[in-house]
Nanobody, 116 residues
Framework: QVQLVESGGGLVQAGGSLRLSCAAS????????MGWYRQAPGKQRELVAT???????NYADSVKGRFTISRDNAHNTVYLQMNSLKPEDTAVYYC??????????WGQGTQVTVSS
Protein backbone atom coordinates (compact mmCIF):
# COMPACT_ATOMS: atom_id res chain seq x y z
CA GLN A 1 0.00 0.00 0.00
CA VAL A 2 1.19 3.47 -0.84
CA GLN A 3 0.29 6.61 1.03
CA LEU A 4 0.42 10.05 -0.52
CA VAL A 5 0.03 13.07 1.71
CA GLU A 6 -0.57 16.48 0.18
CA SER A 7 0.10 19.74 1.96
CA GLY A 8 0.57 23.42 1.22
CA GLY A 9 -2.94 24.41 0.23
CA GLY A 10 -4.68 27.45 1.60
CA LEU A 11 -6.28 30.78 0.84
CA VAL A 12 -4.41 33.25 -1.36
CA GLN A 13 -5.28 36.39 -3.26
CA ALA A 14 -5.32 36.43 -7.04
CA GLY A 15 -1.81 36.91 -8.36
CA GLY A 16 -0.27 35.15 -5.40
CA SER A 17 1.67 31.91 -5.12
CA LEU A 18 1.47 28.61 -3.31
CA ARG A 19 3.64 25.51 -3.30
CA LEU A 20 1.97 22.16 -2.87
CA SER A 21 3.86 19.11 -1.63
CA CYS A 22 3.05 15.44 -2.05
CA ALA A 23 5.00 13.16 0.28
CA ALA A 24 5.02 9.47 -0.57
CA SER A 25 5.40 6.58 1.86
CA UNK A 26 7.91 4.87 -0.40
CA UNK A 27 10.57 5.81 -2.91
CA UNK A 28 9.07 7.83 -5.74
CA UNK A 29 11.69 6.39 -8.07
CA UNK A 30 9.42 3.33 -8.13
CA UNK A 31 6.64 5.29 -9.82
CA UNK A 32 6.46 5.64 -13.58
CA UNK A 33 4.49 8.88 -13.39
CA MET A 34 3.42 11.24 -10.64
CA GLY A 35 0.99 14.03 -11.10
CA TRP A 36 -1.29 16.69 -9.76
CA TYR A 37 -4.99 16.82 -10.52
CA ARG A 38 -7.70 19.18 -9.33
CA GLN A 39 -11.44 19.15 -8.86
CA ALA A 40 -13.53 22.26 -8.54
CA PRO A 41 -17.08 22.13 -7.10
CA GLY A 42 -19.50 20.68 -9.62
CA LYS A 43 -16.75 19.83 -12.09
CA GLN A 44 -14.86 16.70 -13.05
CA ARG A 45 -11.37 16.03 -11.80
CA GLU A 46 -8.84 17.28 -14.33
CA LEU A 47 -5.13 16.88 -14.93
CA VAL A 48 -2.93 19.79 -13.90
CA ALA A 49 0.61 18.49 -14.39
CA THR A 50 2.58 15.26 -14.54
CA UNK A 51 6.21 14.28 -14.23
CA UNK A 52 7.73 10.98 -15.28
CA UNK A 53 10.54 8.99 -13.72
CA UNK A 54 12.71 10.47 -16.47
CA UNK A 55 11.69 14.01 -15.48
CA UNK A 56 9.54 14.66 -18.53
CA UNK A 57 6.74 17.06 -17.65
CA ASN A 58 3.31 17.75 -19.04
CA TYR A 59 0.91 20.59 -18.19
CA ALA A 60 -2.69 21.49 -18.79
CA ASP A 61 -2.95 24.44 -21.15
CA SER A 62 -4.68 26.46 -18.44
CA VAL A 63 -1.61 26.37 -16.17
CA LYS A 64 1.29 26.43 -18.63
CA GLY A 65 3.75 29.17 -17.79
CA ARG A 66 2.30 29.60 -14.29
CA PHE A 67 2.71 26.20 -12.60
CA THR A 68 5.83 24.05 -12.30
CA ILE A 69 5.94 20.41 -11.23
CA SER A 70 9.14 19.00 -9.79
CA ARG A 71 10.35 16.03 -7.79
CA ASP A 72 12.83 15.46 -4.97
CA ASN A 73 13.74 11.79 -5.04
CA ALA A 74 15.82 12.06 -1.88
CA HIS A 75 12.76 13.17 0.09
CA ASN A 76 10.17 11.13 -1.81
CA THR A 77 8.26 14.30 -2.55
CA VAL A 78 6.69 15.89 -5.60
CA TYR A 79 5.96 19.61 -5.66
CA LEU A 80 3.66 21.91 -7.56
CA GLN A 81 4.76 25.53 -7.58
CA MET A 82 1.79 27.68 -8.48
CA ASN A 83 2.35 31.31 -9.44
CA SER A 84 0.05 34.03 -10.75
CA LEU A 85 -2.92 32.24 -9.25
CA LYS A 86 -6.39 33.01 -10.55
CA PRO A 87 -9.81 32.51 -8.95
CA GLU A 88 -10.46 29.76 -11.49
CA ASP A 89 -7.58 27.78 -9.96
CA THR A 90 -9.73 27.26 -6.86
CA ALA A 91 -10.16 23.52 -6.34
CA VAL A 92 -9.12 20.55 -4.29
CA TYR A 93 -5.73 19.45 -5.56
CA TYR A 94 -4.88 15.76 -5.55
CA CYS A 95 -1.58 13.95 -5.95
CA UNK A 96 -1.48 10.73 -7.98
CA UNK A 97 1.24 8.12 -8.33
CA UNK A 98 1.23 5.49 -11.06
CA UNK A 99 3.33 2.36 -11.28
CA UNK A 100 4.50 1.04 -14.64
CA UNK A 101 1.84 -1.67 -14.15
CA UNK A 102 -0.76 1.14 -14.26
CA UNK A 103 -1.73 0.56 -10.63
CA UNK A 104 -2.32 4.02 -9.18
CA UNK A 105 -2.77 5.70 -5.85
CA TRP A 106 -4.33 9.01 -4.83
CA GLY A 107 -3.76 11.34 -1.94
CA GLN A 108 -6.57 12.79 0.13
CA GLY A 109 -6.38 16.24 -1.44
CA THR A 110 -5.59 19.75 -0.31
CA GLN A 111 -7.85 22.76 -0.77
CA VAL A 112 -6.63 25.77 -2.74
CA THR A 113 -8.81 28.86 -2.69
CA VAL A 114 -7.93 31.94 -4.71
CA SER A 115 -9.84 35.11 -3.88
CA SER A 116 -10.41 37.87 -6.40
Amino acid sequence: QVQLVESGGGLVQAGGSLRLSCAASRSIIDFNVMGWYRQAPGKQRELVATITSGDSTNYADSVKGRFTISRDNAHNTVYLQMNSLKPEDTAVYYCKAVFITHISYWGQGTQVTVSS
